[in-house]
Nanobody, 124 residues
Framework: QVQLVESGGGLVQAGGSLRLSCTAS????????MAWFRQAPGKEREFVAA????????SYADPVKGRFTISRDNLENTGYLQMNSLKPEDTAVYYC?????????????????WGQGAQVTVSS
């Protein structure tokens, strides 16, 4: 089992960039697929991006394609979400999540370990 802690959130102007990190403690991070979800006020938590345990398979939600990049460093037990060309509609609490096994999932119900969340606010 792993525990996850996000960092790197903050306030940025539209068009700016932020990088979120998700650091895992515990054993076996390299055997977990990892994902990022986000939840805006009054909305459901939604899928953003996912990466397989080896990093070989990646998927993005349509609203972030071409702007966000998910990656992971299994030696450092850390996952990343690089966010470029940020828009006000990207404002949300961003959560990293992990699931046992290497295959990625696109639904929050497929993930059983969650971080505490990191606030990202994009001003217009």
């Amino acid at each position: 089992q792993v525990q996850l802690v996000e960092s790197g959130g903050g306030l940025v102007q539209a068009g700016g960039s932020l990088r979120l990190s998700c650091t895992a403690s515990g054993r076996g991070f390299s055997g977990f697929a990892m994902a990022w979800f986000r939840q805006a006020p009054g909305k459901e938590r939604e899928f953003v991006a996912a990466v397989a345990c080896s990093g070989g398979t990646i998927s993005y939600a349509d609203p972030v394609k071409g702007r966000f990049t998910i990656s992971r460093d299994n030696l450092e037990n850390t996952g990343y979400l690089q966010m470029n060309s940020l828009k006000p509609e990207d404002t949300a609490v961003y959560y990293c999540a992990a699931r046992s096994g290497c295959g990625i999932g696109l639904r929050k119900a497929q993930y059983d370990t969650w971080g505490q969340g990191a606030q990202v606010t994009v001003s217009s």
